[in-house]
């Protein structure tokens, strides 16, 4: 009997811990996300099941696997899965959260310079037309340096951002449902402020909240009537917190200057009109995608796989 099926290849550190300690598995090895049909038809006899933030584990799939112990998701978000479901059939589900935390911040930063040098822009322009040499008022950016981040959602990975933010001379606010102790906030040099006032003062929004039924199109029509005009806005959290259809008009109207996204509401579909905007950067979803963070993140889902076929408690149980 196979113990484990992994939905998706996952890097060789988690396959060889996997192989180490003798238990039976499959992995997955299509170069697509594997299909809803495959996927039931693979889980019938397993006890763990690896999959990644790509792949959907709904409560046909679970009622599919009558012997499912734990659900190892690799990735720190865990919506794709029916947890609420899981809990009720005894069946735990994990993350692997702040092993992500510097990649994502890092790439949070990357992003937030290209936007503010518009050095995405200034790549396509020398790949296609090219330019016709220095001018004082050519391709004009905006420095850092004195702007105002507005972080919404101070986790790791938003206090990860403001660490390296803090550096470039940025100002940084942030909101959230709780105000960070004093220590902290003294550290991160950040001032906790609602919401309606980050949108206000923040010449760059970054967003770094969980997806919930709250935070669903956090950032939408009203939101954006409330930003300060020519501001920018970054998320490399949750696609839908953001309202795409409200980002458009926004950027159409030219009620914020531009954006950068590394998640989209409908992923992996992106907005062929956002494909089209100058002023808007896309990347595929790699906030974490780093050989340092996926390795660790491998590592934790298959200790977790091992720990539950030992009878024992996994680390990081999102469904309690």
């Not at 609420?84 to 092993?99: L, Q, R, S, W």
């Not at 029509?221 to 959290?237: D, I």
């Not at 996926?294 to 200790?303: L, Q, S, T």
Request: no cysteine.
């Amino acid at each position: 009997m196979t113990q484990i099926y992994i939905s998706a290849q996952i890097p060789q550190k988690g396959v060889q811990l996997l192989k180490e300690n003798g238990v039976t598995f499959e992995m997955y090895t299509g170069k697509d996300v594997i299909d809803q049909a495959t996927l039931q038809q693979k889980v019938p006899e397993v006890e763990v099941l690896i999959t990644p933030l790509s792949t959907t584990v709904d409560a046909a799939i679970i009622d599919a696997a009558p012997k499912l112990k734990l659900i190892a998701n690799f990735g720190a978000g865990f919506n794709n899965i029916a947890t609420d479901y899981a809990k009720e059939k005894g069946i735990f589900v994990t993350n692997t959260p702040f092993v992500s935390t510097d990649a994502t911040a890092e790439l949070t930063a990357g992003l937030i310079i290209s936007l503010s040098r518009r050095i995405v822009a200034g790549d396509h322009l020398m790949r296609t037309t090219g330019f016709s040499g220095w001018a004082p008022l050519f391709f004009l950016g905006h420095e850092l340096k004195d702007k105002t981040l507005g972080i919404i959602g101070m986790g790791q990975i938003g206090q990860g951002v403001a660490t390296r933010l803090k550096a470039f001379g940025m100002k940084i606010i942030y909101s959230q449902r709780h105000q960070l102790p004093k220590e902290v906030e003294e550290t991160l040099g950040a001032t906790y402020l609602t919401q309606a006032e980050v949108l206000a003062q923040a010449d760059i929004i970054s967003l770094h909240t969980p997806l919930t039924n709250g935070t669903y199109h956090l950032i939408d029509q009203t939101a954006f009537a409330q930003m300060k005009p020519g501001a920018f806005l970054v998320n490399a959290s949750r696609g839908p917190i953001v309202s795409e259809a409200d980002l458009i008009t926004a950027l159409q109207t030219e009620k914020i200057a531009g954006a950068a996204l590394d998640v989209y509401e409908f992923e992996p579909k992106v907005s062929d009109t956002l494909k089209q905007m100058p002023q808007v950067i896309l990347t595929p979803h790699i906030g974490n995608a780093t050989v340092e963070a996926r390795d660790a993140m491998a590592v934790i889902v298959a200790n977790n796989a091992l720990a539950i076929l030992q009878n024992k408690k996994p680390d990081y149980i999102v469904n309690l």
